[in-house]
């Protein structure tokens, strides 16, 4: 059974860092590309960044960029979200999600339940 | 950035009814060298993550009931319920994977009337 277990989240004052953390057990997680979604309270989905199968290649979305930096260890099967500059416009639940083959142009079929981040003071 | 946008904001029907949502994309999402359109519909119920309903704008994720199906190509897309039932009362997104960022669609609420 897929598993994906997320941590990290919690409260964080604007200007802060906080690193997230996804747990994936129940597949070969090196086969697979990975990426973080976010939903801000009362909002819809986000999608924030994707990190291919062998780490190779990472994307992120505009309104992340340069702020925030995903990563991954195979050898541990976890997905790494560290945010620098945490803004309140970042709050948010934060997903790990599963790609749905090793290609980062895949759909997402597997999800975590997330973890809340709340930037403010 | 390609932009998703849905329509309607949000729907109620009577059980039994057939719901239908409509999702467009800003450009195309059909990758001609494999002619498949990059487009996902997910589902999302109150206090949980999303789930993964369709892909590759028609084909049905395994364990998702065939009430469910997707069609469309290039930008306009369709999500149909043939047959509401009240535990298909969530939110429905859909998602383009063409293009990176990926983008998804603000979201239509499905009711029951």
């Known amino acids: 059974e897929v598993q994906l277990l997320e941590s990290g989240g919690g409260l964080v004052q604007p200007g802060g860092s906080l690193r997230l953390s996804c747990a994936a057990s129940?597949?070969?997680?090196?086969?697979?590309?990975m990426s973080w979604v976010r939903q801000a309270p009362g909002r819809g989905l986000e999608w924030v960044s994707v990190?291919?199968?062998?780490?190779?290649?990472?994307y992120y979305a505009d309104s992340v960029k340069g702020r925030f930096t995903i990563s991954r260890d195979n050898s541990r099967n976890t997905v790494s979200l560290q945010m620098n500059s945490l803004r309140a416009e970042d709050t948010a639940v934060y997903y790990c999600?599963?790609?749905?083959?090793?290609?980062?142009?895949?759909?997402?079929?597997?999800w975590g339940q997330g973890t809340l981040v709340t930037a403010s003071s | 950035d390609i932009v998703m946008t849905q329509s309607p904001d949000s729907l109620a029907a009577s059980l039994g009814e057939r719901a239908t949502i409509n999702c467009k994309s800003s450009?195309?999402?059909?990758?001609?060298?494999?002619?498949?359109?990059?487009l996902a519909w997910y589902q999302q119920k109150p206090g949980q993550p999303p789930k993964l309903l369709i892909y590759?704008?028609?084909t049905r994720e395994s364990g998702v009931p065939d009430r469910f199906s997707g069609s469309g190509s290039g930008t306009d897309f369709t999500l149909t319920i043939s047959s509401l039932q009240a535990e298909d009362v969530a939110v429905y997104y859909c998602?383009?994977?063409?293009?990176?960022?990926?983008?998804f669609g603000p979201g239509t609420r499905v009711d029951i009337k």
């Open positions: 999600a599963k790609g749905s083959s090793d290609s980062r142009y895949s759909a997402s079929d597997y």
């Open positions: 129940g597949f070969t997680f090196s086969n697979y590309a």
């Open positions: 990190i291919s199968d062998n780490a190779a290649y990472t």
């Open positions: 450009q195309t999402v059909l990758f001609t060298s494999n002619n498949k359109n990059y």
């Open positions: 590759w704008a028609s």
């Open positions: 998602q383009q994977y063409c293009t990176l960022p990926f983008t």
